[in-house]
């Protein structure tokens, strides 16, 4: 009996190591073979305004928060939003704002695999420049291309305070790098603890066939 079981209790936990580490590895292979098409943070207006305005981390890694600013001349914004949506013809005003545009507005940013902070618009906050300033705290949550989508909610001459305008101020596309160390913090355990188990299934049953061959 101990000759047959000697071969299986070596091949299954090699078995059971193969199976929770193959794809791991085979994952980790792809990615260092073929890699991906990395670019730092590409930010495409959709209003007349700078792209210097937002601000954001040449680098972003999986599961590390980044901070996101905005700074704004909303007044000025204003201004150019109205004369512009003044001088359009019916039905091609940008993005559909109709009325003239108020300085009061809001902000917020939008992004399917993100974790935001906060989640929800935020109201103006002036600096001293008087510049309004918002800030959002992101995390990534998965590896790849992604976009974030900045936000305006526009107070019109043809909205309420309840229901205001809102608008794509720009787009974000981001190229999000895998973090392998915040990874295994995350989900290692689910490694870690089949192989604990692995380990001292074999162990246990090295320690029975030990006493076996000592009596």
Same mark, same amino acid.
Not at 24 to 47: I, Y
Not at 65 to 69: G, I, L
Not at 113 to 119: A, H, K, N, V
Not at 190 to 202: E, F, T
């Given at each position: 009996?101990?000759?047959?079981?000697?071969?299986?209790s070596?091949?299954?936990?090699?078995?059971?190591?193969?199976?929770?580490?193959?794809?791991?590895?085979?994952?980790?292979?792809?990615?260092?073979?073929?890699? #991906? $098409?990395?670019?730092?943070?590409?930010?495409?207006? @959709? =209003?007349?305004?700078?792209?210097?305005?937002? *601000?954001?981390?040449?680098?972003?890694?999986?599961?590390k928060?980044?901070?996101?600013?905005l700074?704004?001349?909303?007044?000025?914004?204003?201004?150019r939003i109205?004369d512009?949506?003044?001088?359009?013809?019916?039905g091609?005003?940008?993005?559909?704002?109709?009325?003239?545009v108020?300085?009061e507005?809001?902000?917020?940013?939008?992004?399917?695999?993100?974790?935001?902070?906060?989640?929800?618009?935020?109201?103006?906050?002036?600096?001293?420049?008087?510049?309004?300033?918002?800030?959002?705290?992101?995390?990534? #949550? $998965?590896?790849?291309?992604?976009?974030?989508?900045? @936000? =305006?909610?526009?107070?019109?001459?043809?909205? *309420?305070?309840?229901?205001?305008?809102?608008?794509?101020?720009?787009?974000?596309?981001?190229?999000?790098?895998?973090?392998s160390?915040?990874?295994?913090?995350?989900?290692?355990?689910?490694?870690?603890?089949?192989?604990?188990?692995?380990?001292?299934?074999?162990?246990?049953?090295?320690?029975?066939?030990?006493?076996?061959?000592?009596?």
């Open positions: 009996m101990y000759k047959k079981d000697a071969p299986f070596m091949v299954f936990p090699a078995l059971i190591a193969i199976v929770l580490v193959v794809p791991f590895v085979m994952n980790f292979l792809a990615h260092a073979w073929l890699g #991906e $098409k990395r670019f730092p943070p590409l930010v495409m207006m @959709k =209003l007349p305004a700078d792209s210097s305005i937002i *601000t954001l981390p040449q680098e972003i890694k999986q599961f928060p980044f901070e996101v600013t700074r704004l001349d909303t007044k000025a914004l204003a201004l109205s512009v949506v003044r001088k359009s013809l019916p091609t005003e940008l993005q559909n704002i109709h009325g003239e108020f300085p507005m809001r902000a917020g940013i939008m992004g399917d695999t993100f974790s935001i902070d906060p989640p929800e618009p935020q109201i103006q906050l002036f600096s001293g420049e008087k510049e309004t300033h918002w800030s959002w705290i992101v995390t990534p #949550e $998965k590896e790849g291309h992604y976009a974030l989508s900045l @936000k =305006l909610y526009l107070q019109t001459t043809e909205t *309420t305070r309840e229901h205001p305008q809102i608008v794509d101020l720009a787009e974000i596309q981001l190229f999000v790098k895998k973090n160390e915040a990874w295994m913090r995350t989900y290692g355990i689910w490694y870690a603890v089949p192989m604990a188990l692995i380990a001292g299934w074999w162990w246990k049953k090295y320690r029975i066939k030990k006493r076996n061959r000592d009596f």
